[in-house]
């Protein structure tokens, strides 16, 4: 899951990711890294954003880029899911 906490610097949110895909604290730099991690996962995976609302204004952009990563990998991964909890009508 994925809330407006891992979004607090570009950092927190890598280092999230990386974690949470099983590639380690320093497994993602990158949104390019993101891609490939998450576009090349084998399992099935589920990506939930919780409160994509309550990202403040400054991290937004970056916010924004992050999701749109993410949401291309489901052209080339079948096997990611992406679900929306509060928030999604902030994504535009």
Known sequence: MIDDVQFRTDETFFVFMGQSLGLG???IKNEDELYDAVS???EPLEI????????T???RKFAKKMISVIMDCRMV???LKIEFQHGEENLV
Not at 48 to 55: K, P, Q, R, S
């Open 40 to 42: 090349e996962f084998k």
């Open 77 to 79: 991964n079948k096997k």
């Open 25 to 27: 604290a320093d497994g």
């Open 57 to 59: 204004e400054d991290r």
């Open 48 to 55: 939930i954003v919780h409160d994509y609302d309550d990202i």
